[in-house]
């Protein structure tokens, strides 16, 4: 009875709902955590600072949240007025009261037993919208719950999942619309964006990041390839208010491997693609990956930052590539401003002066195996960068290791893995991961905080001075985002597949990080 009582006096203390203004206007409220990157701009950066660089070393366990399941965990939370929003592969949403943890409601969805996935069964968070949480289910559908109870409000199937459509991204809210895209990227979809209408669950757009009949773009695909040549869209975008435009980062074309049967740059995959949030029309895009046979997608989120480039001012967006590559574009019209490898890489010799890697004769997948770095993993994943606006550094989760790829056959069938090929390490290399700080005109690293292995865990700066990462085996830890020095270190023994982000209630700020199968959640040991 107690605990009841505790959730419905929760449940009751938040009467607010979040209109797109809200969202707009973020920065305003860091205690809020309202999209999946803390707001539009992909920054992943808090203006808290209550936990800095003189007292990070207090930060103790406040509470953990189980998830009871066996699935990654890679959910970034969000944070309304003290009330917390996450999901738990596959099919679960939950509210917890973000002081004690304590479960709200919980929403689990139904899902087929004949799934097609190629690679676990994750779901990366939710979008809030009104009084509405949105949810991408790993079968392809977008739900709508009640913010309050969990109940449900529509549940749109966005493709059929048979085909080997499937949907691990989480939505992001524009004005009165929900904008999600299909993962399944391994199976020779025809990747997409969409876009909702958040009251009723009615499509209201779509963007097909492979061009067909008509689209100027067409031709960048051989014969009938562009049918199923993937490009799927498994990371959350960014929105810039504006200009209303939104740009999201594109997968792998298939088969992944086997570039024979698909001959041609392949557009928009590996791109990031800008478009108007109204109606779904192109901007722009920039490939960064012509003819990807690597499989090196470009689902980064793409970092939004207004600043200045060779002393004038500019609107940019930046990107730590796949590829290995570090890029910075004109947010305008997508033209190529700088690039530089950020990692080592064997197959390109740089990039020209539009920014298309001029690549290295030989480094193909073969039937043998070609030794190329970066290896599938890629110099990054899609595991969260962040910018520091006091810094003005860009800062990514870096990887080292190269790997063999091989060529395989290539023959498409409807929900069947459409990969043509694989990729083995470097058996004899011992690979290494650090923590890169780069600055964003130039490239140039300003300084590097090393990890024994490759880094796939996403990174939080904030105000305090802090950046917050993790290595996926090992610690959780606090570095000095000026210079790199390690400052606090957390000891766990479970994987971590998520990335950091914070909030604060009652005055209090506490920093969250999913790590095993549960959420952890820290604040500041008293004096």
């Known amino acids: 009875m107690r605990l009841l009582v505790m959730i419905l006096a929760a449940s009751a203390a938040w009467a607010q709902n979040v209109p797109f203004s809200r969202i707009v206007e973020a920065h305003k409220e860091p205690h809020n955590w309202l999209t999946y990157s803390g707001n539009y701009n992909g920054q992943r950066h808090s203006a808290?600072?209550?936990?800095?660089?003189?007292?990070?070393?207090?930060?103790?366990?406040?509470w953990v949240h189980h998830t009871g399941t066996t699935e990654s965990h890679e959910t970034t939370p969000l944070v309304v007025d003290g009330v917390m929003f996450l999901t738990e592969g596959p099919n679960i949403v939950k509210s917890l009261d973000t002081r004690t943890g304590n479960l709200l409601w919980r929403y689990e969805k139904k899902i087929p037993q004949d799934l097609r996935l190629c690679c676990g069964r994750p779901n990366r968070g939710v979008a809030i919208l009104g009084d509405t949480i949105y949810y991408g289910s790993i079968d392809a559908h977008l739900i709508a719950l009640d913010a309050k109870t969990g109940r449900i409000k529509w549940d749109v199937e966005m493709a059929d999942y048979k085909l080997g459509y499937s949907s691990t991204v989480a939505p992001l809210a524009v004005k009165d619309k929900i904008l999600i895209g299909a993962a399944g990227g391994e199976f020779g979809i025809r990747g997409f964006l969409d876009a909702y209408d958040a009251r009723t669950g009615k499509r209201v757009w779509r963007f097909h990041t492979i061009p067909g009949p008509g689209d100027p773009e067409f031709g960048t695909w051989e014969g009938d390839s562009w049918k199923t040549g993937s490009a799927a869209i498994w990371t959350t975008g960014s929105y810039d208010p504006t200009t209303n435009t939104t740009i999201w980062g594109t997968g792998n074309p298939g088969p992944d491997w086997n570039g024979d049967v698909r001959l041609g740059d392949n557009l928009y995959s590996c791109s990031f693609v800008a478009l108007d949030a109204d109606t779904g029309k192109k901007k722009w895009h920039f490939q960064f990956t012509p003819h990807d046979t690597h499989d090196w997608d470009a689902t980064q989120v793409p970092v939004l930052i207004d600043g200045t480039f060779r002393g004038a001012a500019k609107k940019m967006v930046a990107t730590a590539n796949r590829n290995a590559f570090f890029y910075v574009l004109d947010r305008d019209n997508g033209k190529f401003?700088?690039?530089?490898?950020?990692?080592?890489?064997?197959?390109?010799?740089?990039?020209?002066?539009?920014?298309?890697?001029?690549?290295?004769?030989?480094?193909?997948?073969?039937?043998?195996?070609?030794?190329?770095?970066?290896?599938?993993?890629?110099?990054?994943?899609?595991?969260?960068?962040?910018?520091g606006p006091q810094t003005k550094v860009f800062y990514v989760?870096?990887?080292?290791?190269?790997?063999?790829?091989?060529?395989?056959?290539?023959?498409?069938?409807?929900?069947?893995?459409?990969?043509?090929?694989?990729?083995?390490?470097?058996?004899?290399?011992?690979p290494y991961g650090a923590i890169r700080a780069l600055e964003p005109e130039t490239g140039n690293l300003k300084w590097?905080?090393?990890?024994?292995?490759?880094?796939?865990?996403?990174?939080?700066?904030?105000?305090?001075?802090?950046?917050?990462?993790?290595?996926?085996?090992?610690?959780?830890?606090?570095?000095?985002?000026?210079?790199?020095?390690?400052?606090?270190?957390?000891?766990?023994n479970g994987p971590m597949n998520s990335g950091p982000m914070t909030y604060a209630v009652d005055g209090k700020q506490y920093v969250a990080m999913p790590i095993g199968r549960s959420l952890y959640v820290f604040d500041l040991m008293e004096n």
């Open 448 to 492: 590097e905080f090393k990890t024994q292995i490759p880094l796939n865990v996403g990174i939080l700066t904030t105000a305090g001075g802090l950046l917050f990462s993790g290595i996926g085996q090992g610690d959780f830890f606090a570095l000095d985002a000026a210079t790199g020095e390690l400052l606090w270190r957390f000891k766990t």
């Open 48 to 62: 808290l600072d209550q936990i800095n660089v003189s007292n990070v070393k207090r930060l103790k366990v406040a």
């Open 397 to 430: 989760p870096a990887r080292e290791q190269g790997a063999f790829y091989y060529k395989g056959e290539a023959e498409y069938k409807p929900g069947v893995i459409f990969n043509g090929g694989g990729q083995r390490v470097k058996p004899d290399e011992e």
């Open 337 to 387: 401003l700088a690039g530089k490898p950020f990692v080592k890489q064997t197959w390109a010799k740089g990039l020209d002066d539009s920014g298309r890697p001029m690549v290295n004769p030989g480094t193909e997948p073969t039937e043998e195996g070609n030794l190329v770095w970066p290896s599938l993993a890629g110099g990054t994943n899609w595991a969260s960068p962040s910018y």
